[in-house]
Structure formats: structure tokens, C-alpha cells
T-cell receptor
């Protein structure tokens, strides 16, 4: 079945540490890929997206993600997290023939001082 | 420029009652989407409007849910009668152009959500 998988429900890192959030998809074709973030009391905000071209994508707030076709992955990374990065992060896809975004279950990021 | 606004932010109703959620998309955005997140689960697609037309309503759970977008501006999502399993956060999102194909910006602009609690 077609799906977006975020294997980690919760992740805790110390402030200043590096971060990697995992995302895998299972679609026949390469979908359009996204990462959204939801901070407490806020709506979903787009961090970055991948359509084609350079597989390393830069986003807002110092985040980046790398598309790896061979692994069907689109992991989100940040070299040094800040306390304000504590939020829930969603990987999402748009399959070419569709016109809607499909979300993963989300990963909640906790930051230790 | 105002973002996507949703009302109410939180609604608590009893089983069997009716609730209407409203979404005002960003001005000029023809595409309007409704999503829902039930606690502990993923954010699930409900339906997609292009202007006033329902482009895709494959995610609507059952006929207790009715979405409208008269005039192609704001949208309402009515749940009647509400059941316990309808509790969750209902998100609205809008986009200026289609997500499909290479001309799409691929970005949905989301509202803060309407939290529905059915007791």
C-alpha cells in the first residue's frame, strides 16, 4: 500500500546537538516531498520541499533534507537545534497524479536544555 | 496579508449535536482543502475544493459530514449528528494553484485548526 512512514514518534535531543528525523515513502513513482512543522498553538508551516533536481534541499530555520531514491527516503536534518525547534514534524508527499498531500504520522521533537 | 483563518478554534459538543466549522482561505486561493487529525493518528485528507466545486471528496468519512464552499470563498464543514469518533483537530488549507504537475508550487498554507471535542 502507498504510505509515508515516520518511524520515530518521539525524539529527544539536547540543545545544540544535531538532529535527523527519518521519513520513508512507498510509492511507485517519485512523489513530491515535503516537511511541515507544527509548533504548539500554531498551524502547519512548510519547512522545505523537493520536486526534482538537487537532492539536498535547504529550507527555513536552518533545516535541510536529502532525497535518496535508492532508499525511498527524505530525512530532515539540522546541525544544531534550538529550544524553539521543539514541535511536531510531518513528512508529506504529493503523488504526481493526485492533487492532495498525504502526511506521515508525525515526529514530536523534544529539546533538553 | 491575512493567512488561513479557522473558526471556532475549539468546540465542545455532545454526541448527537451539530457543529459547523468555518475556514477562510487566503484571498485569491482557488484551492481549499480540509484535513482532520484524530488523536494519535496521522493528518488525513477529507476533501478538496477548486473554487466552489468539490474536486475530490474521497476522504470524507461518511454522510454525516457536509462541506460547502458557496461562491468559492470561505468554506464550512458541518458534522451532523456528531459522534464520539469525530473528535479531533480539523485543519483547513489553501493553495493558489494545483499541487499536481510541475506548475504547482506544492505548498499548502494551513490554518491553526479547529479542535472538536464530542462528549
Amino acid at each position: 500500500a502507498q504510505s509515508v512512514t515516520q518511524p520515530d514518534i518521539h525524539i529527544t535531543v539536547s540543545e545544540g546537538a544535531s538532529l535527523e528525523l527519518r521519513c520513508n515513502y512507498s510509492y511507485g513513482a517519485t512523489p513530491y516531498l515535503f516537511w511541515y512543522v507544527q509548533s504548539p498553538g500554531q498551524g502547519l508551516q512548510l519547512l522545505l520541499k523537493y520536486f526534482s533536481g538537487d537532492t539536498l534541499v535547504q529550507g527555513i530555520k536552518g533545516f535541510e533534507a536529502e532525497f535518496k531514491r535508492s532508499q525511498s527516503s527524505f530525512n530532515l536534518r539540522k546541525p544544531s537545534v534550538h529550544w524553539s525547534d521543539a514541535a511536531e514534524y510531518f513528512c508529506a508527499v504529493v503523488v504526481n497524479r493526485d492533487d492532495k498531500i498525504i502526511f506521515g504520522k508525525g515526529t514530536r521533537l523534544h529539546i533538553l536544555p | 496579508e491575512a493567512g488561513v483563518t479557522q473558526f471556532p478554534s475549539h468546540s465542545v459538543i455532545e454526541k448527537g449535536q451539530t457543529v459547523t466549522l468555518r475556514c477562510d482561505p487566503i484571498s485569491g486561493h482557488d484551492n481549499l482543502y480540509w484535513y482532520r487529525r484524530v488523536m494519535g493518528k496521522e493528518i488525513k485528507f477529507l476533501l478538496h475544493f477548486v473554487k466552489e466545486s468539490k474536486q475530490d471528496e474521497s476522504g470524507m468519512p461518511n454522510n454525516r459530514f457536509l462541506a460547502e464552499r458557496t461562491g468559492g470563498t470561505y468554506s464550512t464543514l458541518k458534522v451532523q449528528p456528531a459522534e464520539l469518533e469525530d473528535s479531533g483537530v480539523y485543519f483547513c488549507a489553501s493553495s493558489p494553484i494545483s499541487l499536481r504537475g510541475r506548475t504547482g508550487t506544492g505548498e499548502l498554507f494551513f490554518g491553526e485548526g479547529s479542535r472538536l471535542t464530542v462528549l
